[in-house]
């Protein structure tokens, strides 16, 4: 976890400041207690970070187990400029009072929580410290499960191409804000700016595709039925030759989640504030079938 300018970890800080925040464990009426829930780019230390909505995400949906999947917490931004809010330390505080309450907490650093690689095969606060990890479902899949960096060509070979990126990408969420404060006026729903400029522009859905590909070759090669990654924000369940693909998306732009049911379904879903949990329609309930 980041260190706050008095030199406290940042999530000490919180104490047991919000005290709806042990109301967890508790799904909202007709819900059930999920086996597994998968989050990922989160990027905790940014403005961009959705951090209320992750927490109410978190409080509506307790699990059995819960991997991060990388960029939980936005180092490259933290080093720039310290920005840490409350909410962002009550997101910290529930995750780490799960653990406490028996909730197998497994994290997968990311490029953007890199930081935390030097701390792979500890615990912290209940909370196991991973390089990757294989999940398995309830109806027996072998699911690999990474942050997915190490198949971006950018972030291995162009590290400051990554920087200059991520940059861009604080700019555009800023003026994302900006748009979608206007849009609230006049009535209009949340609109991801970044997310639409990504799916348009015809090298960014290149990237995408070659990612997926890669990431699904290398789980066939290493024997699992599939695999769970973050990195890219971009949620999707789908079959590539024979391997499962899941993307579990942010907690930036579409604020999703990939979850496992009690009987190893899995599926996306995605949190907003006008419909708190909505379904983006994936599934994916056999090994042969997305």
Known sequence: MPLAPDGRMAADLAGDADADLDDDDIPDKGRERLRT??????????????????????KAHPSDRLYLVGDIIDGWQLRRRWFWPQSHNDVVQKILRRARKGCKVIFVPGNHDEFARHF?????????????????????????????????????????????????????????????????????????????????????????????????HEARKRGHHGVVCGHIHHAEIREIDGILYCNDGDWV???????EHRDGRLEILRWGEMAPARDLQQSAGAPATA
């Open 253 to 259: 732009e579409s604020l999703t989640a990939l979850v």
């Open 37 to 58: 829930v998968f989050i990922s780019d989160v990027h905790l230390g940014t403005p961009g970070c959705q951090a209320k909505a992750l927490l109410s995400f978190l």
């Open 120 to 216: 792979i095969g500890h615990k912290f606060g209940g909370v196991d410290v991973v390089d990757e990890a294989v999940h398995t479902t309830a109806d027996g899949r072998r699911v690999w499960v990474i942050h997915g960096d190490h198949f971006d060509g950018v972030i291995q070979y162009a590290k400051w191409l990554a920087y200059v990126g991520d940059n861009l990408y604080e700019f555009a969420l800023r003026l994302n804000r900006h748009l979608n404060h206007l849009r609230a006026k006049f009535g209009l729903p949340y609109w991801a700016l970044s997310a639409y400029l990504k799916l348009k522009v015809k090298k960014a859905v290149s990237f995408i595709n070659d990612f997926e590909q890669a990431v699904a």
